[in-house]
């Protein structure tokens, strides 16, 4: 496939490199230059410009920071819609609220292309592996198309509505995960004058009804934290959960619902923000918490 990728933070460089790797022919942008430079070594052409990039493919992946972000790239006169796009297909995988990929869709609409949102769940190591968890939100034929692209980038895609289902789901999928990071950090901080090892600690935890699969997977990253205060390399990091978690409490307000957990530990990661732990992966926040508490 020709297929174009905007946005190379961590998960859209991951997704442009496992592309390149299936053997597809992949053009990137990004607005920061600099990060389009590993990806041209690997065989990746770049565009100038969204509306270039959007030139240049059949199919374009959007994976962005926030909804300004999904504005700046697809509006304006240099955005992906400004050029002629009819049946190219648009595949928008970033953590949004449901209203943000409604509106967007029917922009690309209006253009005469195909619109899927499909938010991912999931890490660098699963987007390079193609272990994703894809949500996807639109019309069926629209995700049909889609379907063979996202069956290389995810291990399971599930079509949960028309748009904007993606991103309910996502919102949904990640709410225990965030409020978990803080929970497992108040835990340790009743056990942790035991001095027990952290790894044999995590693992007990993950043996538990108490310990999330999450435990699994990054384990030996938590137990490293705990026992060290050291920052591991960050898959997705404190700062892009509080962006997360405000989009979450904004949109449970929406709909008639408080959301008490997820704005108890919004609170807790804009101090952990504070304290300069803002770039530091999800998993050390236990660290953060326990040594804030002790």
């Known amino acids: 496939m020709n297929i174009g990728v905007a946005g190379l933070g961590r998960m859209g460089a991951a997704i442009a490199a496992r592309l390149l790797e299936m053997g597809h022919r ?4 990004n ?3 600099g990060k389009t430079t590993p990806l041209a070594e690997a065989g990746a052409g770049l565009a100038a410009t969204p509306s270039e990039l959007a030139g ?3 199919t374009v992946i959007t994976i962005l920071t926030d909804a300004a972000a999904i504005a700046s790239v697809y509006d304006g006169l240099d955005g992906l819609l400004a050029g002629e796009v009819a049946g190219k297909l648009f595949v928008e995988m970033s953590t949004v609220r449901p209203q943000e990929e409604v509106a967007l869709a029917a922009k690309v609409a209006a253009k005469g292309a195909q619109f899927v949102e499909c938010p991912v769940g999931g890490t660098v190591g699963p987007a390079r592996a193609g272990k994703l968890l894809g949500l996807a939100g639109g019309e069926e034929a629209a995700v049909g198309r889609a ?3 996202l069956a290389e980038l995810c291990r399971r895609v599930e079509h949960v509505g028309p748009v904007g289902a993606g991103a309910s789901m996502k919102l949904a999928i990640n709410l225990p995960l965030t409020v978990y990071w803080q929970a497992f950090g108040e835990a340790y901080s009743l056990c942790r004058h035991l001095g027990g090892d952290p790894a044999w600690l995590v693992e007990l935890f993950a043996d538990t009804s108490g310990g999330a699969n999450v435990l699994k997977a990054r384990g030996a990253a938590v137990a490293e934290a705990l026992k060290t205060g050291k920052p591991g ?3 997705f990091d404190c700062d892009n959960i509080r962006k997360d978690l405000r989009t979450m409490v904004a949109e449970g307000k929406s709909l008639g619902f408080a959301l008490p957990l997820a704005e108890r530990a919004l609170a807790v990661y804009d101090e952990a923000s504070r304290e300069g ?3 530091r992966d999800c998993c050390d926040l236990p660290a ?3 040594g804030r508490a002790g």
């Open 31 to 33: 607005r920061s230059p």
């Open 26 to 29: 992949v053009t990137v942008w």
């Open 288 to 290: 953060y918490w326990s």
């Open 147 to 149: 379907r063979p692209l």
């Open 277 to 279: 732990w803002g770039g």
């Open 233 to 235: 390399t960050p898959s």
């Open 56 to 58: 240049r493919a059949e």
